[in-house]
């Protein structure tokens, strides 16, 4: 009889040797890079109480989290997200400890989504969050170190979409909109739902320039210029502040070399709520969701009792492995030595096999016995074997 | 207001930057031991069905694992070990792959556990698995990789306590036992209640002999004389092939060198089920709880359908970095170059940074305005300070 309990659940993965070598190997060179630029990686636990993750997001979001409780009743949620941990962690542990404080994790994140578009319910995320500094300079090291990121990991063809939430929160401030009027508008812009978008935006109580200015977001998309353009049409002093600082962010993200790589885009959305000012997205082709993303997030610390300024960024690192596998040759696994004793020679087959480790060779030792069951493609991948 | 959302659940733990650096370099010493033995990294979902789980063990073990539904309402579960998910992962992915299959993790796994004792609900582990080789010298190559990694990661004093669950099986299937007597011998044996383990023995209905090698059991402890001890004393088949094993697995234990670390336990128990012949545990002074742990486990891949014998063991990262911890100096963390900046030396800060980084250098980056808010500690972190 056919039973579940003989497949893993669908939406997760396993990973075989070669897929979790990339993997490792994606990650190393992540590390290296995060390591240089002088972030120190953190671990959290993979879950939390609910309510923790809930802080800077909405309730919407709270659908995708995954809950249980634990032996007292209160409900536990496993981690959708690495920056809400972080922020929490630092409220807990850094309250005087001062600027600069340069955080950087891999984690599993999970979220229930619809795995039949292979979307995974577990992913995995490297990230970086720089704390304590307000100014825009902060951004273009975020940003900088996402590209350089990307690129040590072997991807070279992408390109990094740079929005700002003030640009349309100033927009809506300026006018008398909901709450709900507006988390409507942000969610037919995540989900590039222009249909709904146009219909939201004609039932705003807002003046023409304002509507047409929202109606025209997403043609906000290209480079330099767009933001000379946006400040033009620009009415109110918190669009305003937000143009000044992109083009800033500009100005010393060329100092790093990396505009290239470098689009603005005002309709630009994220899927968590908590984002405050600069946020971005990085496409690289033949990969339906971003490889990266982040933004600066001024309040969620403070909401644990924190008080600093922080921006971030994530790697979607089953993105990057997803990249490179279709773009690596398929390695087929290959052993250095195999060592074959019999009966008699196991004394003398150990001390090879030891010998051989120590100096780094990848080798396997078996007795004759077993030597009989292996085929000639097993014996393939080895380069040299050895009887003792 | 106090909130719970404000703090981690307990019993699990957040790692601050200077532990998950130990943590790290712990995991890529024995990452580097694994690969030159021969074995290949693999990684699962951290969570899958209950009923996978409930496989290779008891019901009782069960109440120990953190269970959630899944959107049709089955029942999902965080793993409580790795070996039962990689016996999955081998059943799906390797029906015609021959042997030898080596293959390594390095994963958390969640146990509910008191842990107001500091035992810990999630547990971080790094394991090899050899899987189609049914003689003990698999086990005498497990056992090494489990010493050798150990002393890899920096722990110097430790013994690895040996056992066979043929011993006392043999024993208790010579008589007539109920499974319900047999559960309750091997749970008082495993903590260590020897009141009520008497109390059991006393109470079956085992012929003298047997029940004098039971009460002693625990006795059976010790270097190689041992050993030769139970063999004289064993009666039936099932016990004296366990020991016969056990002889030859300290004759190869001895050629690989590490008959130092090796003691023999006929009463060693495993807290999990699915184990088949030798078992062991690692202790090293200072930790309640073993440093590392395997075994053989025969029968656990071919329930589900797959048809290997295998041997593996998993060591306890978590204890392993405590002791670390305890006998390292603690490292303040140190940072090579920090450069600072003006208003109009951004271009030049950020040149200075790159070439650093590139060169190797762990290098922060602020403006003059943030480096007004560092404190002296700060400061005195890094090497050298660059004005441009």
Redesign the interface.
Known sequence: MF???????GG??????E???I??DIENKI?R?F????Y??????????L??F??GNSFEFGEKI???F??RG?V?A?RPDMTTPIA??V???YENV???L??CYFS?V?R?EDHRGGRQN?MFQAGAELI??N?I?ADA?IITLAIKSLQEAGIKNFKVNIGHTGFWEGILKSERTSEKEKDALKSSLLNKDFVTLKEIIKNLSINKHNKALLLDITKLHGGIDVLNEAEKVSENEISKKAIRELKRLA??LA???VEEYITFDLGLMRDLDYYTGMIFEGYTPGLGHPVCGGGRYDNLIEK??GVKPATGFMINIDGVLKVLERIQCKNE?S?DILIVYNENS??EG??KA?D???R????????E??MG???D??KNIYKKIIRV
Chains 1, 2 share one sequence.
Do not use: C
């Open positions: 039973s579940m309990k003989f497949k893993k659940p997760v993965r396993d990973f075989l040797p897929s979790t070598r993997k490792r590390y890079i390591s240089t630029w002088g120190q990686e953190v671990l959290t636990p993979s879950f939390e109480y309510e923790t809930l802080m995954f809950k249980f634990d032996r209160r536990l496993l929490r962690l409220s807990n542990h001062e600027f600069p340069k955080l599993n999970f229930f577990e304590g500094w100014e300079d090291e100005e010393i100092y790093y070399g644990f009792n696994a052993k196991v004394g150990v001390e030891l051989y480790r120590n780094g060779y990848t080798t396997d030792i078996i007795s016995k077993q069951k292996l085929s493609e097993i």
